[in-house]
Each structure stands twice: as C-alpha cells, then as structure tokens.
C-alpha cells in the first residue's frame, strides 16, 4: 500500500494543456463546456461502436482516458450503454455484419443525438471501401454529424475534433 | 491413453523426419519447391488429408493454420504445421464442385473454426466434422455464394440492409436454475464486436460460446489483384494492435517468393519496430486487467508508461502504432544516431519503473487474490487446443518463434521464453510482465549493434507466378501469411493468420467455472483479436 502511494505522490499531475488549433484551449474548452451545457445539460456521455474497425482507434479512444489527455476533465465520459449517451463515436468501415447492430445501437440513442464517425474508414470506407462484406463509410448507414481523419486519429485529434464538434453545434 | 498425456514441446520431431513419418503411415508425399518461406513443403493426395493429421497429432506436431485457393476446377488446400524446429505445409486439392475433404478437426481441435471457415468461403465440405454449423457467415451473402472464389467480385450482390444474425444454432442451455446471457456484439467497453454466450447457474458460468464475425470486412478478396504495395497497405490494417506482425509476415511472404534478401539494417530494425509492439500491447494489457479488478491505480501507470512509449514512436517512426513503416524489401525509415540514443534512454527509464510497478503488482494481495486461480488453462487444454503466445507460455507451453525457428535477425540474439504452469490471469499477467523485460534487453542489443548499410533492397514483382509464405512470432504469438504473386506482380492471394484464431477458443476453455463479473478480466487476459480474426 505504501508503494503504491508513493509512486503515486511520485507520479503527480500529468494532464496537458492541449496545443491550440485555431484558438486557445481555454476558448475551446469552454466553448464546448458551454455547448455542452446547452445541448446536454453538465456532462456529455459517449457510446464507442466499433462497426468493423481494425482496432487501431479503439487503442487511441483508449488513450484520450489516460492521465495526458484525461477527457473526463472536460465533462466528457464513455458510457456502457447507447440508452445513456448523447454521443456516438463510431469507428471502422461497416461491416455488412455489423449494419443492423449499428443501426439499433443508433435507434436506442436518445435524441439530441450527435454522431461522429472517428478515423479514415469511418469517414470513408478506408483501405476496405464498399464491398461484398463492407458497406463503407458509417454515413451510408446511419446519419453521421462530423468525422475525425486519421488513421487512426492521434488521441490530440480526437479531443480537438470532438471539441470543435460540440462549437459547431 | 498415454497420447494424450500433456508432453512438453520437446517431444515434437524435427522437419526433416516428417515425410519420413508420413510415408512410413503408408501417405505417399511430394515435395512442392514453389512455395518458399516455410522449412517444408509437401503434397499429398487429398483422401490422406485426415490421415495425415492423425500422423501429425500421434508425433505431438502441432497444428497452425489452414486456408484454401480457388484454381478452378480445383480448391487447393494448405495447412501448416509446427515441428519443434520449423513448420511444414501439407498441400492437397479438392474439385471446386462437390469437393470434400476428411476434416482434420477430429485430431486437431484448433482446426474446427478454419474448417468451418473454408466451408463458407470456398463451398467444399469437410467430412467428420463434429460441427456443421457455418462460421465466418453470417447473413451479408447466400448460402450458396462463395467470396473468395475466382468468380465472386469484390463486390458482391448485397441487400438493401444485411439482416441481424438472429438465427445461429447455439448450444442451447438447458435444465432447472440455468439461464443464458447474451453479450454482444456491441459490448459495454471500448471493445471491438463479437456475441458470447453464456449459460451460468447462480453466479458461476457454465459454458460459454462464441460468435463471432461481425468485423469481417473482406480483406482477403479485397487483396486481390492489388500490387504489393497495396497489399501492404492492407496488411497493416488487418489488427491494428499488431500493425509491425502483419505487416512483417506480409514483407516475408512477398520477399520469399521472389527471394528478396533483406538488408541487415533492416531486418533489425523490423525488430525493434516488433518488440516495440510488444511492450506497447503489454503495457496497456497489463495496465487493463488490473483496472479489471478495480485496481486504478496500474491503470493509470500503465497508461502512462504506454503513451510516453508511442510518443517515442511518433517522434521516431511517424506514427504512434508505427503503421506502413514496414515495406517489401525493408523498412521506409531509418533510425539516426540521435533517434537511437533517445530509444536507449527511453528503455533505461522504462525499465527503471517497470522494475518498480511488476513486483508491486505481483505482491498487491488485493489484486494477487483477484487474479490467481481465475480462469485456469490447463496445461494440457493448451496443448490440445494449439494456444499461442503468452497464453500458451502460462500455460507450460513455450513455443516461440523468435528461439525455436529463429527469422533475422532472432538467430543472432539469444530470446529468453518466460513461462509458468498455473495457466490462471495471474500466470498470464505474469509472463506478460517478464516478457517486458526480455523486449528491453533485446531492443538494448538490436540497438547497440546496429548494422550499417541500406534499409531496404529494390522489390521487383516476378514475371511468373510465385508464392511465398511469411512466418513471425507477434505480441500475441505466432502469426502466417501466405502470398500468391501472379505474372503480372499483382496479389492472386493474400492469407493472413492472426494468434487469434487459436487463441479465442483458449477462452472458451478457460471460463468454466469462472463468475460472471470476472468474465472481463478472463477475456482481457487473453485478449484475441476481433479484427484479426474476422478479417
Ligand atoms: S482508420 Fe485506420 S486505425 Fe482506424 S479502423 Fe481504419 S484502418 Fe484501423
């Protein structure tokens, strides 16, 4: 027990102060606060889908919980059920497997909805497209709002992309 | 009897007296040159399919990974095997019409999915299969259609809308006080999608069944026809997780061929960028199952020992996975002496802490109390179903590539194979926090003796057809692919076999008994790859 509360004394604070994009972080943060107040009332909730991903946004959906990027500090948590979220981050092309799951994951959201399609494939198919087993981008299943680039998104890509979302709305 | 008492891998022949074994069994082979990259490879006719499994199983050889290729009239069938010193490939054909097989599951265990698999994708039968039920289809095509046939475009005849797979046979749990639970595909975490099955009584789960699937996105048929390059493109994606080992079995595959030789400053460097992979897997793995168990705290650590780690990759690879930085012929980047000693201080510093964090995890009574005993395989249940990586290693099973069939650069360093016999999450944790270590000392001598030299020898595409198979010991184990070139230098096939495949069934095997909370902990321990499984 002492260990680990030494290493944890040892450890300290470790989030940073995001780099800013257009505008300071300060503006972007409280912007989205702001948005997210008026859209959702304190906190926002989001539901991860992994639609047919390769699993590499997942590992940077992850990240953007680690003690640098710490999302939750912005109002921002990942919920375990579509019924409890504001906010669907939808990674990887379609799978033709995945198309129904998807779309009841989408129904069973409560509206305001918002829908961002996170990572290259998502955006537009990828390197899989549309195909026998792929139906490409999320958007040609379900509404999407925004999209996020990358493949994957570097956790700072993602926090910027769904801040500058939220202002957007 | 006495076959199926668990023996340790030393018992296993070595290559060279395979076809001698075979042949003694009354199975005529031929040795089939053309195809490069594994130690042997051999055809037989198709009837001693079976026969020749059981041969492999008596022997204690074991079984890796089968696949097919459509050559109309004919589906030619391919199954590695590993011996103690290497893998060998048995090849046979079956007639593209009716075709079928004696399935090799009956001795082989880890062979029902693929199987199952070939069925769905090829249309031939396996005869003797103890599961008839299809296994990669779901309901995106017909039951009578066929991807990766010649025929069948890329794009297939979909419908407006692919129906849910509502109607597939599970086990059905049965009698007073037991009840199912459904999970999936979307699951509760940050997770890629798949079903599980349970049936529990009271607390306690009784079996488990796995559907799994819904991240099949047609990689295989979409290599078709591309060049290398983009092949390439596609190998890195098949799990991103482990980008570097697909990529690496990739290159091999194509390399081997045409018989490409590598520089040696790349080969290292494909190492680095591999054991790199590994830590940064373990790290996080390692950190997520003690969260499992409510133990924050290495979460936390663990989270930030892995990110500081994939920032070096970023600031040295490009890219925080190092995704598309190895390519046909070597590797697109070089690493300057500066980048090498910011790598040497980054292992001091990580070795530092780790020497701190493992033991206290290993001592942290709370967690220890959690984690032992929790989701046992079994020795033997390792052995019989085929496990890989740090699960078979947790389980007594220590194959590993890198010591036993060494690939360059492994032939030049010495590879330390952790491994305990418990089989529990502790056990699984445990191997994976030694292993960091071994990574440490490995990239330590990859790094201090780099080769000078290119980094990546010219790839010429062949102007026949040529076929090669890539062979690399991955984060999570032994991962295959197999590459057809055709005359023109495009991909005629592209087959990539991910640890997954062998290991999801270890947790079917390990759960009985476990409760229905510590199902999380159990599935991270293992951690099988959706993606690389679905493909
Ligand atoms: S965008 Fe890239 S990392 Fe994300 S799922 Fe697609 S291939 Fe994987």
């Known amino acids: 027990m002492f260990h680990v509360l030494f290493k944890s004394f040892k450890t300290g604070c470790l989030t940073e102060k995001l780099p800013p994009r257009d505008e300071s972080l300060d503006q972007v943060g409280e912007a989205c606060r702001e948005e997210i107040a008026r859209l959702f009332g304190k906190s926002m909730a989001v539901r991860m889908v992994d639609a047919g991903s390769c699993n590499g946004c997942e590992l940077e959906m992850h990240a953007v919980n680690n003690g640098f990027y710490d999302i939750e500090r912005f109002g921002i948590h990942f919920v375990a059920s579509p019924r409890h979220a504001d906010l669907l981050l939808v990674t990887g092309p379609v799978s033709r497997h995945m198309q129904a799951a998807l779309k009841r994951t989408y129904d069973a959201t409560p509206s305001p909805k918002v829908v961002i399609a996170m990572g290259d494939c998502a955006a537009c198919g990828g390197e899989f497209g549309v195909s026998y087993a792929s139906c490409g981008a999320v958007s040609n299943v379900i509404p999407v709002d925004a999209v996020i680039r990358g493949c994957p998104p570097t956790p700072l890509q993602l926090l910027q992309g769904i801040l500058e979302v939220l202002k957007a709305r | ?535």
Not at chain 2, 27 to 47: C, F, H, N, Q, Y
Not at chain 2, 483 to 492: E, F, M, P, R
Request: proline share 6%; with cysteine.
């Open chain 2, 1 to 535: 009897m006495t076959k199926s008492v668990h023996k340790g891998q030393l018992e296993s022949p070595v290559v060279a007296s395979l076809p001698t074994l075979l042949n003694e069994a009354g199975i005529p082979t031929t040795e089939m040159p053309a195809v490069k990259g594994a130690a042997r490879a051999l055809s037989i006719d198709s009837r001693f399919w079976a026969k020749a499994a059981s041969v492999m199983a008596e022997n204690y050889v074991r079984w890796s990974a089968v696949w097919g290729e459509h050559d109309s009239p004919n589906i030619l069938i391919k199954a590695v095997f590993a011996a103690r010193d290497g893998h060998v490939l048995l090849c046979t054909s079956v007639q593209e019409t009716g075709g079928v097989l004696p399935s090799q599951t009956p001795f082989f265990p880890a062979a029902n999915r693929p199987e199952r698999t070939l069925q769905d994708m090829f249309g031939i039968r396996f005869s003797d299969h103890p599961d008839q039920r299809r296994w990669l289809r779901h309901l995106a095509w017909g039951e009578d259609q066929f991807p990766l046939r010649k025929e069948f475009p890329l794009a297939g005849t979909p419908q407006q809308e692919t129906p849910p797979d509502c109607q597939y046979a599970f086990i059905p749990a049965e009698g007073e006080g037991l009840y199912e639970i459904p999970v999936g595909p979307v699951h509760a975490g940050i997770i890629e999608p798949g079903h599980f099955r349970f049936s529990a009584m009271g607390e306690d789960i009784l079996n488990l069944e796995q559907h799994l699937g819904y991240v099949h996105k047609g990689i295989e048929k979409c290599a078709e026809g591309r060049d290398v390059q983009g092949l390439l493109r596609l190998a890195a994606r098949v799990s991103g997780d482990s980008t570097v080992t697909h990529s690496w079995a990739a290159c091999q595959a194509c390399e081997n061929a045409v018989g490409l030789k590598v520089p040696d400053r790349a080969l290292v460097i494909r190492a680095i960028l591999s054991e790199r992979e590994r830590i940064a897997n373990h790290l996080g793995d390692i950190g997520a199952c003690c969260n499992d168990v409510g133990f924050a705290f290495a979460l936390v650590q663990f989270g930030r020992l892995r990110e500081l780690w994939q920032r070096d990759n970023a600031t040295v690879f490009g890219h925080r996975f190092m995704m598309d930085v190895v390519t046909a012929g070597g590797v697109t980047r070089d690493i300057s002496p500066e980048h090498v000693a910011l790598l040497q201080k980054s292992i001091v510093q990580l070795r530092k802490e780790l020497k701190e964090l493992i033991p206290m995890l290993c001592e942290y009574p709370s967690l220890q109390d959690r984690f032992r005993t929790t989701g046992i395989l079994s020795p033997h249940v390792a052995r019989t179903i085929g496990a890989l990586g740090y699960v078979a290693r947790a389980s007594d099973e220590c194959w590993d590539m890198r010591r036993d069939a060494p690939y360059a650069p492994y032939q030049n360093v010495t590879v330390a194979v952790p491994n305990c016999k418990e089989g529990d999450t502790a056990g699984r944790v445990r191997v994976r926090g030694e292993e960091l270590f071994i990574s440490l000392d490995l990239l330590d001598s990859f790094l201090s003796n780099m080769p000078s030299g290119k980094i990546s020898a010219d790839f010429h595409a062949p102007q026949t057809d040529c076929f090669g198979v890539g062979l690399v010991e991955g984060w999570r184990g032994e991962t295959i692919a197999y590459v057809h070139l055709d005359s023109n230098g495009t991909v005629a096939r592209y087959f990539p076999r991910d640890a997954s495949w062998l290991n999801w069934p270890a947790l079917e095997a390990l759960i009985g008994g476990v409760i229905v909370p510590d199902f999380p902990l159990c599935n991270k321990s293992v951690n099988g790859s959706y993606s690389g499984h679905d493909v």
